[in-house]
């Protein structure tokens, strides 16, 4: 075991060697007396819950509704982009993203984060253009 080197500067006393403090995946106290207390009753909140949420409790259905049909997650795209080797060719690729849009094929939150995406790779290809000429300069006699 590797020895401290602000060991002096630490506040409070450190563990007493063997003892790493709390094991990996134990519970709080407090987290397992709950458990304890809702493990029988599962069933029968989870039928109050229903039961409220058809007679009209909003925040009951919200609940009702999250456990059926969970948040829905990105869905893999559907579209084919072009390769990007220049500067030139994002016009074409910003093109493809918004006739994309339009057929319904990506949906605004996919298409913004292709945007970015995008204008990440535009500032790469400026940088990397500019190095090149960069080099050339000092290389000319």
Same mark, same amino acid.
């Given at each position: ?24 995946? /134990?519970?709080?106290? @407090?987290? *397992?007396?709950?458990?304890? %207390?809702?493990? !029988?009753? &599962? #069933?029968? =909140? ?48 910003? /093109?493809?993203?918004? @006739?994309? *849009?339009?057929?319904?094929? %990506?949906?605004? !939150?996919? &298409? #913004?984060? =292709? ?27």
């Amino acid at each position: 075991m590797a020895t401290r080197n602000n060991a002096e500067n630490t506040r409070g006393r450190p563990f007493p060697k063997g003892n790493a403090g709390r094991p990996p995946g /134990s519970l709080n106290k @407090a987290t *397992v007396a709950c458990q304890t %207390l809702l493990d !029988g009753e &599962a #069933a029968a =909140l989870t039928r109050k819950a229903v039961e409220m949420s058809l007679a009209g409790n909003i925040p009951a259905l919200r609940l009702c509704l999250e456990r059926i049909c969970p948040p829905r997650k990105e869905r893999p795209l559907t579209i084919e982009l072009p390769a990007i080797e220049g500067i030139a060719e994002l016009p074409h690729l910003t /093109s493809v993203i918004l @006739a994309a *849009v339009g057929a319904g094929e %990506l949906e605004l !939150g996919q &298409a #913004a984060s =292709l945007a970015s995406l995008v204008a990440n790779h535009a500032k790469v290809l400026e940088l990397a253009e500019l190095e090149q000429r960069i080099r050339v300069l000092e290389e000319k006699p």
